[in-house]
């Protein structure tokens, strides 16, 4: 999973994740990693189309989104 994290904030490429919110519910993410560290990664999030902090934890899965319209 990091090394997508990695490819993403390298090639400033577009992936998708699932994550659980606060609320545990879970939703799905179309983001670019800018920044990482041990515990959170530092997102642009296209839906909210902001900065988004996000837990390492509560990532549940992640993948390319080449060929898909956002």
Do not use: P
């Amino acid at each position: 999973m990091k090394g997508l994290f990695i490819k993403s904030m390298q090639h400033k490429e577009k992936i998708v994740i699932f994550y659980m919110d606060s609320n545990n519910e879970v939703t799905e993410r179309y983001v670019r990693v800018l920044k990482m560290n041990d515990s959170h990664i530092l997102v642009y999030c296209y839906y909210r189309k902001k900065v988004r902090t996000l837990k390492f934890d509560n990532i549940l899965s992640c993948g390319s989104v080449r060929g898909v319209a956002i």
